[in-house]
T-cell receptor, first 111, second 113 residues
Framework: TQLLEQSPQFLSIQEGENLTVYCNSS?????LQWYRQEPGEGPVLLVTVVTGGEVKKLKRLTFQFGDARKDSSLHITAAQPGDTGLYLCAGARGSARQLTFGSGTQLTVLP | DTAVSQTPKYLVTQMGNDKSIKCEQNLGHDTMYWYKQDSKKFLKIMFS???????INETVPNRFSPKSPDKAHLNLHINSLELGDSAVYFC????????????FGPGTRLTVL
């Protein structure tokens, strides 16, 4: 059983479309991070959200932390082929040094 | 300029062999990690060291032994390799704070034949 479930697992869309990826849990997290991983490389941090209800924007990417700090979403507007990659959410609990990673969403944006 | 580096990038070996993967970070971080990413891309933590001291040791066969000679290095030694050990292994580091941002290396793809 995954502590953090991401949906969808796979997503293939055309350039210019919008999409939303979800990260859900029954556990409360003190913070939640989103990473993007490209083939042959390690995950790279996109954003960290800390406060329940927090919304952060990174160009065409909008991240939201749920009010109860149990879930998060990533919305991409007008997707581009360069957005292609594996998107991973990761939650931290309390002062624990350990991050729990989600199951991942593989996004493919077709030109 | 490389923040977190791992060697080798690819490792192909026979079942039963012993192999090591090396990791170095030049970010001055106090905590380093080893993760295993399986074929389904699930990233699972194996070990974490803080200032050369083991602080996280998940359920991993004792054939896997991490070693941290100093804060900037965390190596992973694997004895008696098995087919199921085939995966991509990532090293990461962080300066532990409330958000614990982790910086990952490029990964080592291990293939056991």
């Amino acid at each position: 059983t995954q502590l953090l479930e991401q949906s969808p697992q796979f997503l293939s869309i055309q350039e210019g479309e919008n999409l939303t990826v979800y990260c859900n849990s029954s556990s409360v997290f003190s913070s939640l991070q989103w990473y993007r991983q490209e083939p042959g490389e390690g995950p790279v941090l996109l954003v960290t959200v800390v406060t329940g209800g927090e919304v952060k924007k990174l160009k065409r990417l909008t991240f939201q932390f749920g009010d109860a700090r149990k879930d998060s979403s990533l919305h991409i507007t007008a997707a581009q082929p360069g957005d292609t990659g594996l998107y991973l959410c990761a939650g931290a609990r309390g002062s624990a040094r350990q991050l729990t990673f989600g199951s991942g969403t593989q996004l493919t944006v077709l030109p | 300029d490389t923040a977190v580096s791992q060697t080798p990038k690819y490792l192909v070996t026979q079942m039963g062999n012993d192999k090591s993967i090396k990791c170095e970070q030049n970010l001055g971080h106090d905590t380093m990690y080893w993760y295993k990413q399986d074929s389904k891309k699930f990233l699972k933590i194996m070990f974490s060291y803080n200032n050369k001291e083991l602080i996280i040791n998940e359920t991993v066969p004792n054939r896997f032994s991490p070693k941290s000679p100093d804060k900037a290095h965390l190596n992973l030694h694997i004895n008696s390799l098995e087919l199921g050990d085939s995966a991509v292994y990532f090293c990461a580091s962080s300066q532990v704070a409330s958000t614990n941002t982790q910086y990952f290396g490029p990964g080592t793809r291990l293939t056991v034949l």
